[in-house]
T-cell receptor, first 111, second 109 residues
Framework: EAAVTQSPRSKVAVTGGKVTLSCHQT?????MYWYRQDTGHGLRLIHY???????EKGDIPDGYKASRPSQENFSLILELASLSQTAVYFC??????????FGKGTRLTVV | GQQVQQSPASLVLQEGENAELQCNFS?????LQWFYQHPGGRLVSLFY?????KHTGRLTSTTVTNERRSSLHISSSQTTDSGTYFC???????????WGLGTSLVVNP
């Protein structure tokens, strides 16, 4: 089973500030994903990566950048945080059986 | 595009009652998963079930691919089953998931 670790678990950021969310996986899988979840809603894909040093846009990439410096690490970057980016963010990676495993989430509050 | 629809949107049970959650999707080429989200936010995978029936504990998932539907049955519900249940559809080869909006379950003692 993949181990997906996110940090920080929660963060309060000021509007216009820079935020970096980190994700580490130990499953050595090619694919990693960043999702956001808004209260009362399902998850939406922001960015994903299928190989180190490369990232792809998901369904809602505006306002976010991603970085995949290594197989194990995938970061989500908010260069200029906005109030609308207050949400819970999940990192995920597939397991060997095509299941997808998630980190515990990062609760981001932009004030 | 691909769509995943879940019903009911919310459900309230008394402890001990059974629940049946439904998921309908728009493609016959399915790799469907069920997830449970704890009230505190943590997501866990319940089933990867592209077809047929799978069991774990009090949970049973049945996917009928050619009818484009999957169900999650919870028997003898417990208060700790409270939370939100999502179904999600894998698309393509990259395990990208298309999510339903979830079923919010509350089990009262």
């Amino acid at each position: 089973e993949a181990a997906v670790t996110q940090s920080p678990r929660s963060k309060v950021a000021v509007t216009g500030g820079k935020v970096t969310l980190s994700c580490h996986q130990t499953n050595n899988h090619d694919y990693m994903y960043w999702y956001r979840q808004d209260t009362g809603h399902g998850l939406r894909l922001i960015h994903y990566s299928y190989v180190a040093d490369s990232t792809e846009k998901g369904d809602i990439p505006d306002g976010y950048k991603a970085s995949r410096p290594s197989q194990e690490n995938f970061s989500l970057i908010l260069e200029l945080a906005s109030l609308s980016q207050t949400a819970v963010y999940f990192c995920a990676t597939p397991g060997t059986g095509k299941e997808v495993f998630f980190g515990k989430g990062t609760r981001l509050t932009v004030v | 595009g691909q769509q995943v629809q879940q019903s009911p949107a919310s459900l309230v049970l008394q402890e001990g009652e059974n629940a049946e959650l439904q998921c309908n999707f728009s493609s016959t080429a399915t790799r469907l998963q069920w997830f449970y989200q704890h009230p505190g936010g943590r997501l866990v995978s319940l089933f990867y079930n592209p077809s047929g029936t799978k069991h774990t504990g009090r949970l049973t998932s049945t996917t009928v691919t050619n009818e484009r539907r999957s169900s999650l049955h919870i028997s003898s519900s417990q208060t700790t089953d409270s939370g939100t249940y999502f179904c999600a559809l894998n698309v393509g080869d990259n395990s990208k998931l298309i999510w339903g909006l979830g079923t919010s379950l509350v089990v009262n003692p």
